[in-house]
């Protein structure tokens, strides 16, 4: 009865213990406005009194004094908090939305030129619409949390699988291709990095693996034409070079390499044993100089009468030899270039290559893993569309471009791209939440705010 009485007591002191660590960090997180980084700060806090609670124990305390002496160790909960809330709050990469901004003023007021000049109202109309779509899905996208891709990768990865057999058997079909599926690769690299994430530390297999889950979607895919095959694989390529290159697989980076480049090779091969005859004239003409097609004898002949401001040289209207449809489209810059001259190419190619750097920049000095991961996904994704829209209007006409992102016409690309910028975005705004991937990083090497010196904990809320 005396030892039940004791076990009891025991148990009830524990408790009260406990409430009394739970109290102080329901009192610390009161003054975080940031409920998301409540639960990471709650934990690193507690782990940090209990460590400083078994110090004292060591050192012969009882278990309440202890925990009472951690706890007036750790200092005001109120001034903890409101420090943290300094230095823990969503941090919005404004450059990057800002350049973002001006990328699409820029395509609605070129669009608009040119819809005035050829009549095409409605295009511009439909334009704006489709933007202030896409606004609404990079908000939020800015405001959802990138870190569910790492804990539910194949939930996301094998229900956008789904959803593209749909549209593959529902979509529209334009010259053989599926309008909506075209687009819809777009959101598979980023998908992927989830995938990538939980192949970490898992060898060659996990490089296999990695692969397999690669070609999945260019199998369902395929009938979304060369173009978006060829930018989706190009992308998951690099993706997988900088997993390797970043040793996450926990193998040796020359044989990994290896492996990866001669699966890419033989996916290649297939690739072009695939091809249909137009494919591979069109690969012919690029390479051949002496090989040329309609568009691009066009484009040769505007590149060569174009001034650096101004219409072309020779006062030859050579818009009219580009169809229609395609001026705001697939061959904007060239378009620009031949009406107001090659100051226009390079003033639009500086905003973009702005984009570009400063997105970069931010993605490479990640610490997370997956953070890292998911905004190179976006940028590289991006970069792509770029090289090659910009290709295929200055005359090497490798593969038919998809959209000048943001800038040049086409809604849904618009959409996915603008979504995908505000992942990227949400890994800015939240990853300091994610430095460590697994807990918050308010005790790093570099920047310590909780420190043990002499048996007491150091708080510095001037450091981050």
Not at 195 to 219: A, E, F
Not at 406 to 414: A, F, K, R
Not at 448 to 461: A, S, V
Request: overall charge positive; charged content about 15%; glycine content about 8%.
């Amino acid at each position: 009865m005396l030892q039940l009485l004791t076990k009891s007591y025991k148990e009830v002191l524990v408790l009260e213990q406990s409430n009394k660590i739970k109290e102080y960090l329901e009192t610390v997180c009161e003054q975080i406005r940031w409920k998301k980084a409540h639960g990471i700060i709650s934990e690193e806090i507690e782990n940090h009194i209990i460590d400083q609670k078994n110090a004292f124990l060591d050192d012969g305390l009882d278990d309440e004094t202890a925990t009472a002496k951690a706890i007036l160790e750790m200092g005001d909960p109120v001034t903890i908090g409101t420090g943290l809330d300094g230095v823990y709050r969503p941090n919005p990469e404004w450059g990057i939305i800002i350049l973002t901004s001006v990328m699409l003023l820029l395509g609605i007021v070129i669009r608009a030129f040119i819809t005035y000049d050829y009549q095409m109202s409605w295009k511009l109309i439909n334009g704006i619409v489709y933007t202030l779509i896409g606004v609404a899905f990079m908000t939020i996208a800015y405001f959802l949390d990138f870190s569910i891709i790492g804990k539910y990768p194949k939930t996301i990865y094998f229900g956008l699988i789904i959803t593209t057999i749909g549209i593959v058997i529902l979509g529209r079909t334009i010259r053989g291709q599926n309008f909506y599926v075209k687009f819809i690769m777009l959101l598979f690299p980023t998908a992927l990095t989830g995938i990538l994430y939980t192949m970490r530390s898992k060898g060659y297999w996990g490089i296999i693996l990695s692969g397999v889950y690669c070609i999945i979607p260019g199998i369902i895919c395929f009938k979304a034409g060369l173009s978006s095959l060829a930018l989706y694989f190009i992308t998951c390529f690099i993706l997988i070079i900088f997993a390797i290159i970043k040793g996450w697989f926990n193998v040796k980076k020359i044989n990994a390499l290896l492996l990866v480049c001669i699966l890419t090779v033989i996916l290649s091969i297939v690739i072009l044993v695939s091809m249909n005859g137009y494919q591979l004239d069109r690969l012919k003409g690029a390479f051949d100089p002496t090989v040329g097609g309609y568009m691009k004898n066009i484009v040769k002949k505007i590149t060569e009468n174009a001034q650096f401001i101004g219409n072309n040289r020779y006062g030859i209207d050579t818009s009219n030899l580009i169809e229609l449809e395609y001026i705001d489209t697939d061959y904007l810059l060239i378009h620009l270039i031949d009406k107001i001259g090659w100051i226009s190419f390079i003033v639009i190619m500086l905003i973009i290559l702005a984009f570009i750097i400063r997105s970069l920049k931010f993605s490479l000095t990640q610490k997370g893993v997956l953070g890292g991961l998911v905004s190179f996904s976006v940028i590289i994704n991006f970069t792509m569309q770029v090289l090659v829209y910009v290709a295929n209007n200055l005359g090497f006409q490798l593969i038919a471009p998809l959209t000048l992102p943001l800038i040049s016409y086409g809604g849904i690309g618009t959409i996915i791209n603008m979504f995908l910028i505000g992942i990227m975005l949400s890994v800015y705004k939240s990853g300091i939440l994610y430095k460590n991937d697994n807990k918050l990083d308010i005790s790093s090497n570099k920047n310590k705010i909780f420190q043990f010196i002499d048996g007491k904990i150091i708080i510095d809320l001037n450091r981050r």
